[in-house]
């Protein structure tokens, strides 16, 4: 975290962590959407989604197609820009870090380094710190969590399984980090030490997360979420928002349901308005089971 | 005394952490009836169009308006955006303050920055840390606004017109909790 300081200015501590991770901490509480078009992005946006995911394909048919999944066409990420006034967020490929560079050079407002591309590099993510722009990026659990954070990520989320619209990794995923914190304040200063070692996660920041009781940036939940109660389940189990991919626009009425996530997001310790939220959204996206998935297609077990 | 944080959407927590480090009650807002018994409000930062088209849909909008004024009202970035009488596009508003915003009026993500502000009627002499993510600015603000800081290019970042405050930053975010309480005494002078 970088200090403030000089006097009354408009251009100092451009790009500071702060500011990086401050934009997250104004997406609390909402609901981040994969749009493929401007189009969609506008349904989004009148939808009440706090940022969009720009990209050419929503997981599921990523997932459908096979083959690499690189980022998108920087134009078409500028299409969105231009339609939206909320966050714009894109993705750039694990390791990639000249992907990261042009996603910069556009101007999006966050990028994610995702597993839902195929990887660049099978060892090494980027180096985030880097960059102005802040970075958000896929866990399955804290040491998973907090490497990211040591790289520079802003923002963290976990992975889930994207383009299955099934909740239950994401659960395991978010259960996992938080039950992790939940041990890691229960134990004695004198363990933590090991811990760090057998999580693989950088020491100073395993000592900032044990004082604070919660992952030092923000967290939210992503992959498999589908329908408000979805939403709302992860917003009670403890995350500080949620990203939907496919569960939108692969549904009956986007519009609807988008809106309807939204509520839940927000009300989501309120049974009456969740139940109210629920009704006559449509279809649902048409799901896979994960456990019916291999582990080789498990995207989730792309990250280092 | 209670105050409530409009709890929508955006960094509500953040607020009530820092309202009950100061020792004072803090409520999350979502319905109208939970503005019972609240001696003021804050908007939190988050997103204009997220926070406004949630107000609409639980019916806040009036009750919301009612609220003002009577009690402190104070609106961080996003807040103070649906604060405003007028930001040149078409996004639900409160109207509350006789001010025109621009939204994003710094640029986009990689523009957000940090300074350092002098702010009138601010306890102490150190200059206030303000945090800027894609912030609004002030672009007019009608007599009887009184802008209480401005960045170093004459830009307008926070103002105050009678128990309303707004500021374009986010004293959330940072560890100072000199703007809080200048909030909490405008909160508790109207209830006197």
Not at chain 1, 211 to 235: C, K, Y
Request: proline share 4%; net charge negative; aromatic share 6%.
């Amino acid at each position: 975290m970088s200090d403030v300081n000089g006097s009354n200015g408009s251009t100092g501590g451009v790009g500071s962590f702060k500011v990086k991770a401050g934009l997250a901490q104004m997406l609390k509480g909402g609901v981040i959407m994969d749009v493929v078009t401007p189009e969609q992005a506008v349904i989004a946006e009148e939808a009440g989604a706090c940022a969009v995911m720009a990209l050419e394909r929503v997981p599921a048919d990523i997932r459908r197609d096979g083959g690499v999944a690189r980022m998108s066409d920087p134009d078409m990420i500028k299409g969105i820009i231009e339609a939206v006034s909320i966050p714009v967020m894109a993705k750039a490929r694990i390791g990639h870090f000249v992907e990261a560079q042009i996603l910069e050079a556009i101007g999006v407002d966050y990028i994610d380094e995702s597993e839902v591309l195929t990887p660049a590099d099978e060892e090494y993510h980027i180096y985030k710190h880097d960059y102005k722009v802040p970075f958000v990026c896929g866990c399955r659990n804290l040491g998973e969590a907090l490497r990211r954070i040591g790289e520079g990520a802003a923002m963290i989320r976990t992975k889930g399984e994207a383009g299955t619209g099934d909740v239950v990794h994401a659960v395991w995923h978010a259960r996992t980090v938080l039950s992790d914190i939940r041990k890691l304040q229960g134990m004695p200063t004198e363990e933590v030490m090991t811990f760090a070692k057998e999580i693989g996660a950088p020491f100073e920041l395993v000592m900032q997360t044990r004082e604070l009781g919660r992952l030092p940036v923000v967290n939210f939940a992503a992959g498999g979420i589908a329908t408000p109660a979805d939403a709302a389940l992860l917003m009670q189990i403890g995350v500080d928002g949620v990203f939907v991919g496919s569960g939108i626009f692969k549904s009956g009425d986007p519009a609807k349901r988008a809106r309807a996530i939204v509520e839940a997001t927000t009300h989501y310790n309120n049974p009456e308005i969740l139940a109210k939220v629920s009704e006559n959204l449509g279809e649902a996206m048409v799901g896979i089971n994960v456990s019916s998935l291999p582990t080789e297609e498990q995207l989730s077990t792309r990250g280092w | 005394m209670k105050i409530g944080v409009l709890a929508l959407q955006g960094a509500f927590h953040e607020h009530i952490k820092m309202l009950n480090q100061l020792g004072v009650e803090a409520v999350e807002v979502r319905l109208p009836a939970d503005l019972d018994g609240l001696s003021g409000l804050i908007i939190p930062g988050g997103e204009s169009t997220t926070i406004g088209k949630l107000a609409v849909i639980y019916k806040l909008m009036e009750p919301l308006r009612a609220f003002a004024a009577k009690k402190a009202v104070w609106g961080t970035c996003a807040g103070m955006i649906f604060m405003a009488k007028d930001i040149g596009i078409d996004q639900p508003l409160l109207g509350i303050m006789d001010i025109i915003v621009e939204r994003n009026a710094f640029g986009r993500q990689v523009d957000s920055f940090e300074t350092a502000l002098n702010i009138d009627g601010l306890s102490g002499d150190k200059p206030f840390p303000a945090i800027f993510i894609r912030a609004p600015r002030l672009v007019e603000a009608q007599a009887g606004t009184q802008i209480i800081s401005t960045l170093e290019d004459g830009t307008a970042v926070a103002a105050k017109q009678g128990n309303w405050l707004v500021t374009s930053f986010h004293p959330e975010l940072t560890g100072d909790d000199r703007m809080h309480q200048m909030f909490i005494d405008m909160a508790q002078a109207m209830n006197e």
